[in-house]
């Protein structure tokens, strides 16, 4: 299990970026002093944003199911020189999520920088009222981001607000939100409610400080095609595979290091991530 730092006393004026502007790590390091939350940690797009918001200097909680994939992530990042705090909760357990938002709190401060990232894919025919199936996409696709909107948004309103600089939601969409792919009606519906909750909290969240994007990525090759069984969307895959590659997770990992870097003036609300290949 990693060690988290514990924050700074209130009374104690020094800010970590204040460190980094000093030493002229600031470049190298754009979010030192920030405190990053991903959800979907263990594997694919979350390690490795996790890894990369550590590089470039945040603190980072990781959240996922697998406890162990955790610890050993935390422990790739602590050897590099960073900060992790493993954190193993369902996000689809509204409390579980609640109580590790206290715990982010107590030892690492308020997250300013929250990838909502945890999701599944698995696309089925619509006649086979796979119910089950269609269950476990909205918990976790809607209901989950819906848990970490309402455990982590407080602190991010009260970072940007006492801090004085911009906090960060980035929520993962995909490009199913608005495109048409048979047998993943229930996916794409998932990601449109995912692209459209994006734009409306922003309208209450940005004059508050905290900007808010949808990342709507194409084709990243990650865990998610692994839980598909359906065979013409095996063969779908396979066949977009061979026409073009894929991107791969360090690429919407750079990313999220880029949205979370631009200046306090800027928010990409809705951004599009294809393979150069993919129309």
Do not use: C
């Not at 603190?59 to 697998?66: K, N, P």
């Not at 610890?71 to 900060?83: K, P, Q, W």
């Not at 006649?127 to 982590?152: S, Y």
């Not at 449109?192 to 994007?213: D, I, K, M």
């Amino acid at each position: 299990m990693s060690t988290a730092l514990s924050p700074s006393d209130p009374s104690d004026p020094r800010d970590p970026a204040d460190d980094a502007t000093r030493d002229g790590t600031a470049g190298r390091r754009p979010l030192a002093g920030r405190v990053a939350v991903v959800t979907g940690a263990s594997s694919g797009i979350g390690a490795a944003t996790a890894e990369h918001l550590a590089e470039l200097g945040a603190r980072v909680a990781l959240l996922a199911r697998r406890a162990e994939r955790l610890d050993e992530l935390a422990a790739r990042i602590d050897a590099a020189g960073g900060t992790a705090l493993p954190l193993a909760v369902d996000v689809t357990d509204e409390a579980a999520v609640r109580a590790v938002a206290k715990r982010v709190a107590a030892e690492l401060g308020d997250a300013d920088l929250v990838l909502n990232n945890a999701g599944v894919m698995l696309p089925s025919p619509v006649e086979a009222v796979a119910t089950d199936v269609w269950r476990r996409q909205l918990d976790l696709n809607a209901g989950g981001v819906l848990n970490v909107v309402g455990g982590f948004v407080p602190q991010l309103l009260r970072a940007a607000s006492e801090r004085g600089r911009v906090a960060d939601l980035v929520n993962v969409s995909s490009v199913a939100a608005f495109g048409v792919f048979a047998k993943f009606a229930v996916y794409s519906g998932t990601k449109a409610f995912v692209s459209h909750l994006s734009r409306n909290l922003r309208a209450e969240l940005g004059p508050r400080g905290v900007r808010v994007t949808a990342l709507e990525p194409g084709i990243v090759g990650t865990e998610l095609q692994e839980h598909v069984t359906d065979g013409d969307a095996l063969e779908w895959l396979a066949s977009t595979r061979a026409q073009h590659e894929w991107l791969v997770p360090e690429d919407i990992a750079t990313t999220v290091g880029f949205l979370a870097s631009l200046p306090p003036r800027v928010n990409l609300q809705q951004l599009t991530v294809l393979p150069t290949g993919q129309v």
